[in-house]
């Protein structure tokens, strides 16, 4: 038997094709149809256009992609031992943006995608998780609304700003503006603590043990209640290797196949067309069924994401479920809004930490122009997982632009048989209502995948 649903509520849509055996997935192909073309859009652009596209790659994060662009073409400046000079003002500002975006995120993500089709699981009626008019819904669209103004103090506007430029940031925040940032942090926080988790964040915080899910009320609370009551802890494991390519003052770097390894190499990623439709038909593979691309790291498919940033820096509270769940449709989700919590914190942190006396931006005394040939590569942790970008450029135009974004990671298709991250988490599900909700688990983002 085949079935075939189209996943809505979600950047763009996406197509679940599921072969059944025995009233099991057997086989299954996630498609991405709306191709968007973007490298090819920024081919022969000048560089610095990049900084103006690539925030628009993508509704929800723009920050990521713009901090990945310039990260790119500072590194292009780097390789020609021009290295720019950054201000730790200028790191935080980019930094807070960009966490400020992941949390915005994170709160849309767990009301908006995932507790609407959790609750259908649950034995009682929870009518105010309902999509569009139940009351968490509203609230939690009224307090994402309301963070994401704590980024436009810094940005100008959101989304799709462009704030960030090689030497630095165009923003030069006031000690009134960081107070207006930290308030809307304190809002947030308050949300988190009073609906989400029922508890006090630095409490929240001190938890180290899986036994302390026990303690966890709020929202929460009924996720993890429907989560025991439905088995979501045995289902949706795949390889259980974790990767996380960007460094940052809020994660760091590092992959877990058997072990943990902090060596990470951009040499080991390589990207397949082998399942993938292209514009150039005389290339186009008979086996081609989606627009998104395969990701591999040295020949292996790993999970991106707050679950792995979460075990790969080892946050006690989500590892230690981790080793008990493995990477299970729970933990993955639990994971996400543990990070939430260590974010609005980590934040809050980083905000205090600006000297408003730094300069924001120093200006880089060679011109890209002035560059024969450059390359540049660049990571950063968006709110679904690592983003990577590499570019070529001769005489200042862009000869060639790559983008890997968290989706293509976690939701690409298999190749040679070995079946991709989210597919081996699917398949051996006996519901395909479980099934969209272990999709959802990833985050879904089809204007991504399909740039």
């Avoid at 290339?283 to 395969?294: D, G, M």
């Avoid at 660049?378 to 862009?398: F, M, P, Q, T």
Wanted: aromatic residues 10%; charged residues 25%.
């Amino acid at each position: 038997m085949k079935t075939v649903d189209i996943v809505e509520r979600i950047e763009g849509e996406a197509k679940l094709i599921c072969q059944w055996d025995k009233e099991k997935i057997s086989d299954v192909k996630i498609q991405f149809l709306n191709f968007r073309g973007f490298e090819f859009i920024l081919k022969d652009k000048p560089i610095l256009d990049a900084l103006v596209y690539t925030p628009r790659i993508c509704g929800i994060c723009g920050q990521a992609h713009l901090k990945a662009t310039v990260e790119a073409i500072e590194d292009i400046y780097k390789n020609h031992n021009e290295e720019l000079t950054l201000t730790n003002k200028a790191k935080l500002l980019r930094e807070i943006g960009l966490n400020i975006e992941i949390i915005d995120s994170h709160i849309k993500w767990f009301y908006m995608f995932i507790m609407p089709d959790i609750v259908k699981f649950s034995n009682n009626s929870l009518e105010e998780y309902s999509a569009l008019k139940g009351k968490k819904w509203l609230e939690a669209s009224s307090i994402a609304s309301e963070t994401i103004k704590s980024l436009a103090v810094i940005a100008g506007q959101w989304p799709h700003t462009s704030y960030m430029v090689p030497g630095g940031v165009v923003s030069d925040p006031t000690l009134l503006d960081l107070v207006t940032m930290q308030n809307y942090m304190d809002q947030a926080i308050r949300f988190y603590e009073n609906s989400l988790i029922g508890t006090n964040l630095d409490t929240y915080l001190s938890f180290n043990k899986s036994e302390d899910l026990y303690k966890v009320k709020g929202d929460l609370k009924d996720f993890i209640t429907i989560s025991f009551e439905n088995g979501f802890e045995k289902i949706g494991k795949s390889y259980n290797r974790h990767l996380v390519l960007g460094d940052s003052l809020s994660f760091e770097k590092g992959k877990i196949s058997r072990k943990l390894t902090k060596n990470i190499d951009y040499e080991n990623i390589e990207e397949f067309t082998t399942n993938s439709f292209d514009i150039d038909k005389s290339k186009v593979s008979k086996e081609a069924y989606t627009w998104s691309k395969t990701a591999l790291y040295a020949n292996s498919f790993y999970e991106t994401g707050p679950l792995s940033r979460a075990v790969v820096q080892n946050r006690s509270f989500v590892s230690d479920i981790h080793k008990h769940y493995n990477d299970s449709m729970f933990t993955r989700v639990l994971a996400r809004m543990d990070e939430l919590g260590f974010l609005l914190s980590k934040t809050k942190e980083l905000i205090q930490q600006i000297n408003i006396n730094e300069e924001s931006f120093i200006k880089p005394k060679v011109s890209l122009k002035d560059f024969h040939y450059g390359i540049g590569q660049s990571s950063v942790e968006a709110c679904r997982g690592s983003l990577y970008h590499d570019v070529e450029i001769e005489n200042g135009i862009i000869s060639k632009y790559d983008v890997i974004t968290p989706t293509v990671w976690n939701l690409g298709p298999g190749i040679d048989n070995k079946l991709s991250t989210s597919q081996k988490a699917i398949v051996g599900i006996d519901s395909l209502e479980k099934a969209k909700l272990i999709l959802r688990s990833f985050d879904v983002c089809s204007v991504c995948t399909t740039h």
